[in-house]
């Protein structure tokens, strides 16, 4: 079969705008490489957030209908790409969003659901002890580090196995993260552990800081110290922390065997309950969590779907009659 991207375009068949960049690549990718210029040259701060955008983008203007099979890893990790880049620029904004971070409904309607107690606090006051750490404490926080790797492992695991559900798993992953980095500029919110430092709420300990201290591994205790260096301390509400385990049970639950499926669901209810636990979330952004998540799953699902069958009725048609008799 012939890739599309050799494929000429054909007489009198409007160019578009795959045909002019695979045509005029050298003379694109020049006068990207020009405009990368101009801005580093312009800016007047140098950082990271500004250097992977423009690597980002340059990636795109190399492998966009690229016909080399490296070219097409590239396209097909994009997605997941694209969400590392965008969540470090929403960091990188951390100082301007904390002053109007909000603390609101969030705790009210979690002290409604622990009948009058927040239950990041309930929870704490009853088996918290931060110098005294116990087996669980270790056990939930090697739950919640999960997040950071989880995304990545299942991503190599499916693009090995099966190309396609790989593309459709990182497009849902994109449509939702970005739906809750926007959530995140629009609406910042105060998770647990800062409303206690703030004051309004009784006392919580940002666990998660305080096992890597016990740990003895400095860098990562300042990585997960809220300084909006390293983290978006504000970027609470929805939980994506809660929703990618939710992600993976509804993408998953096809393939899965029953051991696999109670496992998946095991996965997303110890991951929400570490993270009300460790008083890095409310019971409220992880409920707003899996809304997003589920959305993200039905909403994109069925675009993709509908983008499938056209896609195969388009192929359909034009095959000729007598292939199809």
């Known amino acids: 079969m012939q890739n599309t991207a050799d494929a000429p375009t054909r ?3 409007r160019a578009t705008a795959g045909d002019l960049v695979t045509r005029y690549r050298p003379a694109v990718a020049g006068g990207y490489l020009m405009l990368v210029a101009v801005v580093l040259l312009t800016t007047d701060r140098l950082d990271r957030p500004t ?3 423009c690597a980002l ?4 203007v190399v492998a966009w209908r690229n016909p080399h099979p490296w070219a097409r890893f590239v396209i097909d990790w994009m997605p997941l790409l ?12 951390a100082d301007s969003l ?3 971070a909000h603390l609101e409904p969030q705790r009210t309607i979690d002290r409604w659901l622990g009948g009058g107690t927040v239950p990041s606090v309930r929870l704490q006051d009853a088996y918290f002890r931060p110098n005294h750490l116990r087996w669980y404490d270790y056990t939930l926080f090697g739950i919640y580090l999960t997040h950071f790797v989880a995304a990545i492992v299942a991503g190599i ?3 090995v196995v099966n190309r396609e559900r790989f593309r459709r798993f990182a497009k849902i992953f994109l449509a939702f993260s970005l739906a809750g980095y926007a959530t995140y500029v629009v609406y910042p919110a105060i998770p647990p552990w800062l409303a206690s430092r703030e004051g309004a709420l009784p006392a919580t300990t940002r666990a998660v800081h305080t096992i890597w201290d016990h740990l003895g591994l400095e860098f990562m205790e300042k990585v997960f110290s809220g300084n909006p260096r390293y983290s978006n301390p504000v970027g609470a509400l929805p939980s994506e922390h809660a929703a990618y385990p939710l992600l993976f049970l509804l993408l998953f639950w096809g393939l899965s065997t029953k051991g696999w499926r109670v496992a998946l669901v095991l996965y997303t209810l110890v991951m929400a309950f570490a993270l009300v636990y460790l008083a890095e979330h409310y019971v409220t952004d992880i409920l707003l969590g899996w809304i997003y998540a589920a959305l993200a799953y039905v909403v994109v699902g069925r675009i993709l779907d509908r983008r499938g069958a056209r896609r195969e009725e388009h192929v359909f048609a034009a095959e000729p009659a007598v292939s199809r008799a």
Do not use: K, N, T
């Open 11 to 13: 007489p009198g068949a």
């Open 51 to 53: 250097i992977l955008v």
């Open 57 to 60: 983008g340059g990636a795109v």
């Open 82 to 93: 694209v969400i590392l880049v965008s969540y470090d620029v929403i960091r990188a904004q």
């Open 98 to 100: 904390i002053p109007r």
């Open 157 to 159: 695991a499916l693009y």
